[in-house]
């Protein structure tokens, strides 16, 4: 895409962090935007944020775990602006701990919104750009945790995998329609969000397993996370980023170089049939990050 005047963005989990950043980067492009968010007062509070920037704003309670749902959100994308050019699903959550130890609930609420809420996306959204027949880009949010694997991060891994062999999936598929719409998919490490707190959304139906705090990925207390989150790159440079990568139509949006060792790490692994191996404070030292 080149132009973005006057074109349609529809973005999940809008009302914070990366999300929110991208529909202010849209907003300043002239866009009209979509905000989709299960977390209702965030997402009133963005939405007349937005209209006080002069941006057309339609905001929607949406829970992307259940695909009417997106279908609802499509349905009054096209029914207030008529058409959708760019859709970022982007909506996500984290449960973390040993594989064994979590519950039925936290693999369906993590997969449900991490991945499921992508499937939705696509199949909903991707038919009416193919139908409109004039361009479009689908962003996909999945992260460093889909391109790598860390002790302690296994649900949260599995749906982002998932998202990039998703992603890629996609991109071949239309490709070889010979279609106008393009796919980017969104690999960062850590960006300052509030994806610890994302049990703040959790539906009930899904309660907890345990109660957190101990330990997150990797084995690190969730006070060194939240330290490295902290530090992390500003929601505002990803959606840079992105916007980058749609206006380019670049398919890889890997917002740290630094971390690249770490994907190069584990594809020479297995092109050497070698067994998995993890140093965090090796890694954390390759990254530049202060692991104590």
Known sequence: MKEFRDQVAVVTGAASGIGRALVDRFAAEGMKIVLADIEVGALAKAKSELEAMGAEVLAVATDVSKPEEIEALAAKTLAAFGAVHIVCNNAGVAATGPLWERSLADYEWVLGVNLWGVIHGIRTFVPI??????????VNTASLAGLTIVPGNGIYQISKHGVVALSESLHFDLAQRGAKVRVSVLCPSFVRTAILD?????????????EGGATTA???PEELVRQLIASGLEPTQVA??????????KF???THPEAKHRIRDRMEAILEDRNPEFSL????????LDGK
């Open 198 to 210: 994302s049990e703040r959304n959790r539906p009930a139906h899904l309660a907890a397993s345990q």
């Open 252 to 254: 890889w949006i890997l």
């Open 218 to 220: 990797a084995g690190l």
């Open 129 to 138: 750009l193919l139908d409109q027949d004039t361009g479009g880009h689908i």
């Open 240 to 249: 840079q980023k992105v916007f980058e990568a749609i206006r380019d139509e």
């Open 281 to 288: 404070g090796a890694a954390l030292a390759r990254d530049g």
